[in-house]
């Protein structure tokens, strides 16, 4: 019995690592510029962190951010580590310091969870290519880009969480109230 367990667990590890993959993916091919900057990782692997409060979907961004770094164009393992030192920041973050599940802390989580992914990136490509931080940092369009990239991912995680908190609180079965009988009222 435990054996199928864990065979289950395994499989549905997987299967969850492919569908954000596969995610991804969609986004950065199907969708337009704007929609296309969706960092579809860090909304997802916050999301499970948020509702589950819950360490262990960190240990996704290592078969995630690997099964994407196939397709990248940079460097093998820049943007694997860029995710597991900005998550592990935030949900540092989040598990000490801002402990309430506010819509405020939400996008400030995402905010800041895609200001350390693109800094600690940018670090990191600088270190790999032996670029000058001016370099790096002089396009305007990079700028935009992340302008964008925070701005979509915050909203797409702010959407999710509203909608989920609003289903969860919808559907679930505590506030069903059962009288001292037993029956429901």
Known sequence: MIWLKLIWYILK?????????????????????PLNTVNIPIVVI?????????????????????????????????????????????SWIFFRVFTNRSVYIIVLETILAVVIFRIVFCIF???????????????AALWWAVGYEILTTTSLLLLAYLSTTFLVRYFRPEYIKLNTKGNYV
């Open 46 to 90: 916050l999301w499970l962190m948020i509702f589950s409060a819950d360490l262990r979907y960190l240990w996704l961004v290592i078969p995630v951010g690997f099964v994407l770094e196939t397709w990248s164009v940079g460097s093998f393992g820049l943007m694997t580590l860029s995710l597991i030192i900005s998550l592990a920041i935030v």
């Open 125 to 139: 490509l600088i270190i790999i290519s032996d670029l000058s931080w001016s370099m790096a940092m002089a396009d």
């Open 13 to 33: 590890y997987c299967g969850l690592v492919m569908l954000i993959c596969a995610f991804y993916m969609f986004t950065l091919n199907f969708l337009g510029y």
